[in-house]
């Protein structure tokens, strides 16, 4: 009987050190191969070399050089506090080592939100080569909304990636005793007791202002002095959102409003706000600026043609809520009323009897007694996209986007869109006032 035994050999003819590299398993003809460093070694430096088990076939594997023997991590605090840690915000943690480390040492964070099935890699910033402490950020990108993270961090020799082996080149770690670090981050931003500006770092808890686009609490009452974009925001009961004139808040997600929102305008500049999606029972105020009305014999003021910024109020209702309408002595008549084309003339409301709910996008002819605002209160209109195929049956509701009770949105085969709850079609030719969007 005869035994053939196999002798494991491996041989490599080009290892760059500090550099993944795979070690070739060559079996019994690597007995006169020789493996070779593209670096000679030097007598005083330190080498780790790290093999990925031990089995007949190739192996991931690295060697690593320092010039003084692998540095560890500080025993008591290798990692800073971690704060709180809001929505879309950077987290930027102090690592501390045991003692100087050789210039050949990097250190890096790895984290995750799937228990290391994927993560990501930020590198330690030491100001000096051989420095022990320093500083690396997780990024607000990764911080999104409600997420749990875990991190630890560790040294190398090799310039890591996200898809580096970690395990494989890690010369040592900090890990939290096994456990790992980790953190929650908050599900939005929020205000603090202090009533101010949007952007003022003592209005809300986190001591800065939100990153753009995300999700935030209102408690208290701010004002928006810049354009503001915002993620899902949420106005609680008692707060309130103040929008001064030539400036806009958008809600890229859902505006929930059990507060209260006033939007201001000038003669000249007028506030913006534009959600995705409306919730909740607070209140929304527009404050219009509106022209003075002139006497007949006076040859200053005017009328004003505006239409109202929200939708859903009785004009019986707005003219309560402003004395500045101008009224006729003689009558319960008021300057505010739309075109009447049969009459053909613009109408003049009844200040008690009208209870028409003022539409969005509908023109009304009104003045004020002191050119100040008119407070529009009502519901938001959200931005709406319709479409509807050509030769669609547009008197059918499936082909009409029903905003209101009174406002359905449609278009005839080769029209404009009309709305077709008041009106009958888009052209103008049934002459009943045809609304254009």
């Known amino acids: 009987m005869f035994l053939s035994l196999m002798v494991i050999t491996r041989i490599n003819t080009s290892i760059n050190l500090n550099e ?19 670096t000679t070694p030097s007598v005083n430096s330190y080498y780790t070399i790290q093999i990925e088990g031990l089995a007949y076939s190739d192996r991931n594997s690295v060697v690593m050089e320092t010039t003084n023997a692998p540095i560890s991590f500080d025993g008591t605090t290798p990692v800073s506090t971690i704060p ?17 480390k050789s210039a050949e040492e990097k250190a890096f964070i790895r984290y995750t939100d799937d228990n290391y099935s994927t993560s ?6 030491f100001i000096g080569a051989n420095d022990s402490s320093g ?23 090799v310039s890591a990636t996200n898809t580096s082996y970690h395990d494989l080149i890690t010369l040592n770690l900090a890990n939290a005793g096994g456990s790992n670090y980790s953190y929650t981050v908050e599900s939005s931003w929020t205000t603090s007791a202090i009533d101010g500006d949007w952007n003022n770092s003592g ?81 929304v105020s527009y404050k219009r600026i509106v022209n003075q009305a002139g006497a007949s014999s006076s040859s200053t003021g005017g009328n004003d043609l505006i239409s ?10 707005f003219a309560a809520a402003n004395s500045n309408l101008v009224r006729d002595t003689g009558s319960n008549l008021t300057l505010f009323g739309p075109y009447n084309n049969v009459t053909p003339a613009y109408e003049l409301w009844d200040e008690f009897a009208t209870a028409t709910a003022l539409e969005v996008g509908k023109g009304y002819r009104a003045g004020s007694t002191d ?13 709406t996209t319709f479409t509807k195929s050509n030769n669609a049956d ?16 449609t278009r005839a085969n080769n029209s404009g869109i009309f709305n077709i709850a008041t009106e009958t079609e888009a052209d103008g030719s049934s002459g009943n006032g045809i609304s254009r969007y």
């Open 20 to 38: 993944e590299f795979i070690l070739t398993f060559e079996g019994d003809t690597g007995l006169n191969n020789t493996s070779i460093l593209n």
């Open 84 to 100: 709180i840690i809001y929505p879309g915000q950077d987290l930027s943690l102090t690592i501390t080592l045991s003692g100087a």
């Open 120 to 125: 990501n890699v930020s590198e330690v910033t």
């Open 135 to 157: 500083s690396a950020t997780i990024p607000g990108s990764f911080n999104t909304s409600g997420k749990s993270v875990s991190f630890y961090v560790y040294t190398t020799t």
């Open 203 to 283: 209005s809300w808890i986190a001591g800065e202002a939100p990153v753009s686009g995300q999700p935030v609490t209102i408690t208290n009452n701010l004002t928006i002095s810049t354009n503001v974009i915002s993620g899902s925001t949420t106005v609680n009961s008692g707060g309130s959102i103040t929008v001064d004139e030539g400036k806009s808040l958008t809600v890229s997600g859902t505006l929930n409003n059990s507060g209260s929102i006033t939007l201001n305008s000038t003669s000249m500049t007028y506030s913006s706000l534009i959600p995705t999606t409306m919730e909740g029972f607070g209140t």
């Open 308 to 317: 109202a910024p929200v939708t859903g109020q009785a004009f019986n209702v």
């Open 371 to 383: 050119g100040s605002t008119f407070t529009f209160t009502g519901d938001v209109v959200c931005t």
């Open 394 to 409: 547009w008197t059918l509701e499936a082909n009409q986007d029903r905003i209101t009770d009174n406002v359905w949105i």
